[in-house]
């Protein structure tokens, strides 16, 4: 590895190019959005007696064989669990248990004096069963979580669960069941990139062509920032290109390049000779509501004439 001794001017410059890397990290998402996976195996069953409002006095059940869609989905905090089924023809139904602000779904547990929005205090639990065309504003229920099971981020792999809810003060309830037994939990995304030693610049413009490689272990959008700085007698050039974005699959690495000149409070232009590549890359997981990154890193590297 070269080294240099930096003035204070270079070492004020590096801190911006740090900044501009970072700055494409600090957009990652929050990890509490609720994702959806399909059923493998399992059943939604629910009825009411004649007069009942949901469910209009009828029975119903649905498995994952029977319907165009049977997705699942629960929070990162393991706080709730969801039923999302779509029949054939087109009716969509939609259950929500959804435990006390704070706390956390449990096997084996109770919940009672359930309320739905917009009457639900914080720390009452949440019940909602509706339809594409029945819904309640208002109602009060319970339900029991029997037994449910997680993987990364709140992934639920496993779940059975009753519940009865009373529509708008109605003395009449809609009773029913929830299980579910989903596939193996995916892996977590997993990246890593790669920063060339040799690039090159244009002379005539001052522009840089740099770059690397990345690496997934499932297919994912990388969004990267490469930056660039390269000390001279008569000042610092220093520039950055940011949201750079890669398709990347697994088993190989995928290269990637880009080119920019001094754009960053420059005091010159590049030139041929050397240099310090810093990046940085980051992607939301397909599968998980998370952001992985590759880390920062930096390279020292040669620029040649293009």
């Known amino acids: 590895m070269r080294s240099s001794v930096l003035g204070l001017g270079t070492v004020r410059r590096a801190a911006v190019l740090t900044a501009a890397v970072a700055l494409a990290v600090s957009a990652a998402p929050l990890t509490g959005t609720a994702e959806a996976h399909e059923a493998v195996t399992g059943s939604l069953s629910f009825g009411g007696e004649p007069g009942e409002y949901i469910s209009g006095g009828q029975s119903y059940s649905y498995t994952p064989g029977t319907t165009e869609m049977f997705d699942i989905s629960g929070p990162a905090s393991e706080s709730a669990v969801g039923a999302t089924v779509v029949t054939p023809e087109g009716e969509r139904w939609y259950l929500h248990m959804e435990a006390p ?37 208002t109602g009060t229920g319970s ?28 003395t009449l309830p809609v009773r029913g069941e929830l299980h579910a037994r989903m596939a193996e939990p995916p892996a977590e995304l997993a990246i890593g990139m790669e920063l060339n030693t040799a690039g090159t610049v244009d002379t005539r413009t001052g522009e840089i062509t740099v770059g690397g490689a ?93």
Do not use: M
């Not at 706390?103 to 639900?120: F, H, I, R, V």
């Not at 297919?219 to 990267?224: F, V, Y």
């Not at 001094?262 to 992607?283: E, H, K, M, Q, Y």
């Open 101 to 137: 602000y704070g706390q956390k779904l449990t096997s084996g547990t109770t919940y009672t004096n359930a309320s739905s929005w917009p009457d639900a205090q914080p720390e009452d639990p949440k019940l909602e069963l509706s339809s594409t065309d029945r819904s309640c504003d």
């Open 143 to 170: 339900f029991t979580i029997s037994h449910i099971a997680y993987g990364p981020y709140g992934y639920i792999s496993e779940v059975d669960a009753t519940f009865e809810r009373y529509c708008s003060g109605s």
């Open 214 to 306: 990345v690496t997934c272990n499932k297919p994912a959008s990388i969004t990267l920032t490469a930056s660039a700085y390269q000390t001279q007698k008569s000042g610092t050039a220093s520039g950055s290109y940011e949201d750079l974005v890669v398709a990347c699959v697994p088993g190989a690495p995928v290269p990637w390049s880009v080119s920019f000149p001094s754009n960053i409070d420059p005091t010159a232009s590049f030139r041929p000779g050397d240099a310090v590549l810093r990046g940085v890359g980051r992607a939301n997981d397909p599968d998980y509501p998370a952001t992985a990154t590759t880390g920062f890193l930096t390279a020292d590297i040669t620029l040649a004439r293009s």
